[in-house]
């Protein structure tokens, strides 16, 4: 008997298991479908499409010359821009030449740079010309020695290319002065290495893809080393879920994530290829100029995003007038997703939220609810294809359906480990089980529901009180355009709850919003400070930075 109590309730279609031995390693499924789509329309991006087969030709040929520069395959190679067409075109070329991919945020300061480059021993970088500058001041701390420089428009053709550059560089000023040796452009380096070949090499399914670096249970950044198997394990598992709405040929994907970041990486760039999707980049999420501009000029099947997004999506006025006859799917992560951001997009949209659960730990995907909106809003779903989720209490035990404890995780998607940290894999990975630092319950029919995080939960006169639940009914204020709750130390209960909240109506009062609470949330849950701001600290991928407002208080 199968002790995974969910299967029962799987949608239909979607097998308990994949075959994560269908390819040997993420290189045959790229080359697979760079090929098998060789004339499909792949990645666009302002005004600029490129093929399948023109990301394989160029992948192909950076892959060589990154091999000719000396980079052996498991060097490190940070790759370190917004989601341009260079983008993929870096991360296949690398994977092709067995280098280990750093994905690197081109937000990052000096100080952040340094840390993850030194920490990961990374030899060659693939940079955007606007973050170059950064790179000049820890150069010399570094074992960086190739460095492929790029700009914003160099793949948009010498016409469109040339003008966006101009505005980029002389208008907005968005590239600071710099000097950087021994550069050279990425075009160039693609026709170089039209001279070269890679050179082969084994490439094990436990061959280390990627250094995807996240703060994990800690905050302390570290590098999860994710592998062939977890990596193909995963794209498999997401596909058997969006196998049973999206069609080969037929998908137009909207990409608003930065691809640098787990979940774009993983949707964006490898489980849409196996439908030939074309990916529609959004270079700036926060300018929803350009996204409604992209979702009015392409007919959009799958958006891929987060809360705050949709939300923010949600407020603008142009959304709401916009053609949704084709959209399938909306997929969203990395946080949670808010029932009256749900309700307010099916409204607008006509198709549900569909929330996920994952971690970059496990590549990322762990749960998700059926991808045809009949999923239950508010619950993470149940556990992807191959995969075991568990509630634990403190000291490791199981609990029952309906108990809240610490949700664990297992299956072939789990990360090898922290690059060059044993001590803090054996903390989160104990006997095959990945410790989330999430806490949640299973529910009688084997739906998940994530509470919150371990370090964000405010203790109350003994109560446990999560923030999600507070910014949810918070959320659903017509007032209130977004909320974030944190704990602070009262000498009376042990902690009380401080809100930040930003308007969406600035007629809104303190005692207005404190009222609403006192109707919807019980005495000890209620807020006992209220912070009206402008806006709130925010992760890259827009996931609201709780443990920034706490420094600040």
Partial sequence: MDARPWLQNYPKGLPANIDVDKYPNLNAFIKEALQKYSKHPAFYSMGKTLTYGEIDKMAEHLGAYLHSRGLKPGDRVAIMMPNLLQYPIALFACIRAGLIVVNTNPLYTPREMLHQFNDSGVKGIIIVENFASNLQEILDKTEIDTIILTSIGEMLGPIKGSVVNFVVRSVKRMVPKFELPNTIGFKEAIHQGKKFTIKPFEDTPDRVISHQYTGGTTGVSKGAMLTNRNLVANMLQMKACLDTMMKEGEEVTLCPLPLYHIFAFVVNCLAVMSYGSMNVLIVNARDLKSVIKELKNHKITLISGVNTLFNALLHDKEFASLDFSHLKLSVGGAMAIQRSVNDRWKEVTGRNLVEGYGMTEASPAVSVNPIDGSGRIGTIGMPIPSTELRIVDENGNPLPPGEEGEIQVR?????????????????????????????????????????????????VSGFNVYPNEIEDVVSAHPKVLESAAIGIPSERTGERVKLFVVKKDKSLKEEELMEYCRKNLTQYKLPKEIEFRESLPKTNVGKILRRELREVV
Wanted: proline share 4%; aromatic share 10%; hydrophobic share 35%.
């Fill in 411 to 459: 299956g072939p998607q789990v990360m090898l480990g922290y690059y060059n940290q044993p001590e803090e894999t054996a903390r989160v990975i104990r006997d095959g089980w990945l410790c989330t630092g999430d806490i949640g319950l299973m529910e009688e029919d084997g739906y998940f529901r994530v509470v919150d995080r371990k370090k964000d939960m405010i203790l």
